[in-house]
Every structure is written in structure tokens, then in C-alpha cells.
């Protein structure tokens, strides 16, 4: 395992208010400030997302976030209770407990052949995924950030192409779960896969996803992805269970996770 020592966990940071009241007897000066500032703001933000630091000496928010595989304790990338407020089907609050979590690896595979195969142009420098399951302990999610090789132009590029060419909701491309035995995952396999989401990030080099199935190991014929599942009007098995919301809802808050542990350089407002 290359994770530090697990820590504690809380909720996402917000992002913080820059700047501060300007007494009247300096705005002059301060306007003249803030707009030199805000040329020099305009050139780093710029930098941030071109994956550069901009003066060859400073660290990317980009770069940093690529490193966070072996610089950020478990917990924190997967905390032991993830909470969602109103994750589930109608608003309704979640909770979900990791049973298991996978050794850091590569992404040998890790992943079906043909999502491989889309994966294969930003590379794969690490692989980290756990396993939850809800609080009635009838469903298992497997979650993973998959640390890329890629820059933000390649990593942008991939992003666009998953959404014009609809990627993430193709069954062939769906993610594997990761089961562990003795625990409550432990038939979580590929027959047992209901729903799933995939996304690949622009403003770093992670591509996060989760995927959902039944925790009595039941296989599922017709899986369907987490964006149709949480669709109001979806009447299919895994929408009916709330599964795609499962999904959906570890996704996004393992990548909120992954969010605070950069800084405010990558956090996104809610």
C-alpha cells in the first residue's frame, strides 16, 4: 500500500471569499492593485488548467492533484462513511460504509478490454478503488480514481470525446467492481454489475468512476447507467432500487474528496 496513515474525515470545504473591504482613503491606490492583480490572477488561473505552474518554478494544482495517489491518507480519499444529503432517490439521505479496499495497482486488468482500450490515450500511472455499501447493507458500490499520465489538453480531449460519443453510458465500456471475500461485497462481481458512471476530469488527471450492483450477489441482465437510472420516469430493476443513484452519489463525492485534498485552485462551487 503506498496510502499514508488514515485520518479522520469531514465534510467538503467550500470555497473561500478572496479580498477584503478597502478602507475609502485607499481606494485609489486599491483599484489600481486590483487590477494588476487581477492580470497576474488571470495568467496563473490560466496556467492551473494548461497544467503549467507559468513560472517553471511553482506546483500545478494539475500536477499536484496527480500526485495525491501516494500523498493523501485513505481515509481521506475514501473516507470509512461517506454521507449524501439527499443522494438518494427523491432527496433521500444516504449513507454508505467501505467494506474493502483494493492495494494501489496499475490498471492491468482492471478494466474490460474495450474501456481499456478507451482509457489507453491519457495512460494510467495508478489505480485506487474501495467498496461501499449502504446503510441496509443491500447494496455494494465500487468507487475508483484512476491517476492518468496525461496533460490537461489530453485529458480534455478524452473528456469531449466520452461525451459526444456517449462512452460512459455504453454497457461494453462499463466499469469492473472490485469484491473482497468475507465481506458483504464479496459476490460484487462483473454478472452482478446494475449501474454505473464514468468521468474524466479536465482540470486534473483523474478519471473517477463508481459502479453499482445488489449485495446478495443476484446478476443483473439488463445494467443501465447511472444518468438514465436516476432519470424520474426510469422503470427499470436497477433505477427502481435506487442503484444508479448509488453510483452517482459515491462518484461525486469521492471526487469532492479528491477536490479538498488539491486546494481552492481545483474546488468547484456547489
Same mark, same amino acid.
Given at each position: ?7 479522520? =474525515?469531514? @465534510? ?8 477584503? +473591504? ?41 500536477? @499536484? ?7 493523501? /491518507? ?37 478494466? @474490460? ?11 494510467? +500511472? +495508478?489505480?485506487?478503488?474501495?467498496? =461501499? ?43 469492473? /467492481? =472490485?469484491?473482497?471475500?468475507?465481506? *458483504? ?14 468521468? $474524466? ?5 483523474? $478519471?473517477? =468512476? ?9 446478476? *443483473? ?50
Amino acid at each position: 500500500m503506498s496510502f499514508g496513515e488514515p485520518e479522520g =474525515y469531514d @465534510e467538503p470545504a467550500r470555497p473561500r471569499p478572496l479580498g477584503g +473591504r478597502l478602507r475609502p482613503q485607499a481606494v485609489a491606490a486599491a483599484v489600481c492593485l486590483v487590477l494588476g492583480l487581477g492580470l497576474v490572477t488571470g495568467a496563473v488561473t490560466g496556467s492551473w488548467l494548461a497544467g503549467d505552474s507559468g513560472d517553471g518554478g511553482a506546483r500545478s494544482a494539475f500536477a @499536484e492533484a496527480g500526485e495525491l495517489w501516494h500523498s493523501v /491518507p485513505v481515509d481521506q480519499l475514501f473516507p470509512a462513511t461517506v454521507r449524501g444529503q439527499g443522494a438518494g432517490p427523491g432527496g433521500a439521505d444516504r449513507t454508505w460504509t467501505r467494506v474493502a479496499v483494493a492495494p494501489d495497482s496499475d490498471c492491468a486488468g482492471a478494466f @474490460e478490454p474495450l474501456l481499456a482500450k478507451a482509457l489507453d490515450p491519457i495512460g494510467c +500511472r +495508478r489505480l485506487l478503488r474501495a467498496t =461501499y455499501t449502504d446503510a441496509t447493507q443491500s447494496h455494494v458500490t465500487t468507487v475508483g480514481l484512476l491517476f492518468a499520465k496525461a496533460d490537461a489538453a489530453a485529458m480534455t480531449s478524452l473528456a469531449g470525446r466520452f461525451e459526444k460519443e456517449g462512452l460512459g453510458r455504453r454497457e461494453d465500456l462499463m466499469p469492473l /467492481p =472490485y469484491a473482497e471475500k468475507d465481506t *458483504v461485497a464479496a459476490g460484487f462481481g462483473a454478472r452482478q454489475r446494475a449501474s454505473w458512471t464514468v468521468s $474524466v476530469l479536465t482540470d486534473a488527471p483523474v $478519471v473517477v =468512476y463508481a459502479v453499482s450492483g445488489w449485495a446478495d450477489a443476484r446478476t *443483473v441482465d439488463e445494467p443501465e447507467p447511472a444518468e438514465e437510472a436516476m432519470e424520474s420516469d426510469a422503470t427499470s430493476a436497477p433505477a427502481q432500487a435506487g442503484l444508479g443513484h448509488e453510483a452517482q452519489g459515491l462518484a461525486d463525492r469521492v471526487e469532492r474528496a479528491l477536490r479538498k485534498n488539491v486546494g481552492p485552485a481545483t474546488e468547484h462551487p456547489s
